[in-house]
């Protein structure tokens, strides 16, 4: 698949650090915290953590590096697995207003969907669509899924 270079608008839009945002970066050093910025725009843009530096467009990493002045092959020496990154992680949810699904979040989810969409759909598509739109709108109305 061929990956379309992302404009100055789009990076603006989504990779600009914004007062709260440099807050948080601000505690951070070195690669940690070019890492920790890239995650969090990433975050706030997709809702998910990237799963490798692969997803990573190389002008959204150089255009948040120039922010938080770090060199962008800084991000070559930032740790992808472990309890630190675990520990970045819910420092970028907690502000967002966002936790990791708890047990608890799974089945109710799979209650719901057995009850109201599984016993009328089959299509696994459909069934996952309706997953994310109830997640959605629980957050939207109540806070935290």
């Not at 990237?50 to 190389?58: D, Y």
């Not at 959605?136 to 899924?145: C, D, K, L, N, Q």
Request: proline share 3%; glycine share 8%; charged share 30%.
């Amino acid at each position: 698949m061929v990956r379309i270079p992302l404009d100055l608008d789009e990076l603006v839009k989504h990779r600009t650090l914004i007062k709260d945002e440099q807050e948080l970066v601000s505690g951070k050093r070195g690669a940690t915290r070019l890492g920790f910025a890239v995650w969090l725009k990433f975050y706030t843009q997709h809702g998910r953590f990237p799963r490798s530096r692969a997803e990573l467009a190389g002008e959204a990493v150089e255009f948040v590096a120039r922010q938080v002045q770090v060199s962008a092959s800084e991000l070559g020496s930032c740790e992808w697995t472990g309890r630190a990154v675990e520990y970045h992680r819910a420092q970028i949810r907690g502000p967002l207003g966002f936790r990791e699904c708890s047990v608890a979040d799974v089945e109710k989810l799979t209650a719901y969907l057995a009850e109201h969409v599984a016993c009328k759909e089959r299509r696994a598509e459909q069934v996952r669509g309706e997953l994310l739109s109830r997640g959605e709108h629980r957050a939207a109305r109540s806070g935290p899924v």
